[in-house]
């Protein structure tokens, strides 16, 4: 039986998706489920369109030689899904999406004018876990990454660093998440390229945390086969932490695929490489939301923000043209015209997960009035107006990006 605070109840009990035995580690999003999913993904985009990231879409399938090129299959092949096709060639579903931004890359031919580049993609990826190890929304085989890549010059790389740092507080806090922490983590015994590019590596991407006025903890050994990263831990309301964010510095993957941008003075150069995400996993990331909230979303996430709730049938005209007002408004409303008592609806608009609940009657008709509850139990009369420019203004996100 699970426990009422995680994030499996919670997804049932808020009708947000379902997992099945049919697709093991795979998500079921129900409509409700599917519009939080959206809306954290509509925040990341807006951030990505602030700091000048092209979105773009790579392929889901690609051949062994790409993933023998990156150093996936040699260092990464137990968790690939890979499918044979005639004689032993080999494809893959991938399990990451850097390959894929590094074809679009050569393809694209930068000049030093075209750095820094900046790539971001909503990336499904696959990863072949054992079954044992799946673990609801925390650890599935079929996840999307809010992935990006930053493609540099070298005297260009601490100032990404710097802005990718900057406002991750900012960003973080808006999902209600105010305590983090950074870990430092270093070359892994399993690792592609030279101990002299590891100690540039590690060199680089420590100047620049220090810039960013980052105190890291050290974490020996857990960086990237590809590079040394900045990772960042998020600590819920159980004192849990959790690493969602990261940025890796990458020298391998540039080398290995004999990327080049021309400078100035119409030379190659080699790029460098930044690996960037906010949140890693946005499947995992709303696990660690639905519990770090027990379920109560802040109002700019709740998949249905307010409901109406008309007391008699006289007032189920009343109401829907009050929800219609919200709905024009771009609230995510709901009417509850069901022949119900108020206590009834109140509790099942909690249980809901719905911050506002919007009452009705004879006497608020009347006097071109509502009454507000919200779900911490504080209430208020106030006329229609006021109480669409306050529930409008409840509704919205935080301005920060």
Request: negative net charge; aromatic residues 8%; glycine residues 8%.
């Amino acid at each position: 039986m699970l426990d009422v605070h995680d994030h499996r109840s919670l997804g049932q009990r808020l009708d947000l998706f379902h997992l099945q035995e049919e697709a093991p580690g795979m998500v079921f999003w129900h409509p409700r489920g599917y519009q939080l999913y959206q809306l954290i993904e509509e925040r990341v985009r807006r951030r990505m369109r602030h700091e000048g990231y092209l979105e773009v879409r790579t392929p889901q399938l690609l051949a062994q030689p790409l993933w023998e090129k990156s150093g996936h299959w040699d260092n990464f092949r137990q968790n690939m899904f890979a499918l044979a096709e005639e004689g032993e060639r080999h494809h893959a579903l991938k399990p990451v999406n850097c390959p894929g931004h590094i074809q679009l890359v050569q393809r694209m031919g930068p000049s030093y004018r075209d750095l820094p580049l900046r790539l971001g993609e909503f990336g499904l990826v696959h990863r072949s876990e054992p079954s044992g190890s799946l673990h609801g929304l925390f650890r599935l085989r079929q996840f999307t990454q809010d992935d990006g890549h930053i493609f540099c010059a070298e005297e260009q790389l601490s100032d990404e660093v710097f802005a990718f740092c900057r406002s991750l507080h900012a960003f973080y806090a808006a999902f209600g998440f105010e305590h983090i922490q950074v870990a430092f983590s270093s070359r892994p015994a399993q690792r592609a390229g030279s101990d002299a590019v590891w100690d540039r590596a590690e060199a680089l991407l420590s100047e620049a945390a220090a810039r960013a006025g980052l105190d890291c903890r050290p974490q020996p050994g857990e960086g990237a086969f590809y590079g040394p990263k900045l990772e960042f831990v998020l600590k819920d309301r159980l004192g849990r932490d959790w690493q969602c964010g990261t940025i890796q510095l990458d020298l391998v993957l540039p080398e290995r695929f004999d990327l080049s941008y021309v400078d100035a003075s119409g030379q190659k150069r080699r790029p460098m490489m930044l690996h960037r995400a906010m949140l890693g996993s946005l499947e995992r990331f709303i696990g660690i939301l639905l519990e770090h909230h027990e379920g109560a979303l802040p109002a700019w996430l709740a998949p249905r923000q307010v409901v109406v709730a008309p007391l008699g049938e006289g007032q189920v005209a009343d109401a829907e043209r009050f929800a219609a007002r919200l709905r024009a408004a771009d609230c995510r409303v709901g009417v509850d015209a069901r022949a119900e008592s108020l206590s009834r609806k109140i509790v099942d608009a909690h249980q809901d997960g719905v911050p506002w609940l919007v009452v009705v009657g004879r006497r608020e008709v009347e006097q071109n009035a509502v009454s507000l509850r919200h779900r911490d139990g504080t209430q208020a009369a106030l006329s229609q107006d006021d109480a669409v420019a306050r529930l409008v203004a409840e509704c919205q996100p935080a301005s920060a990006v």
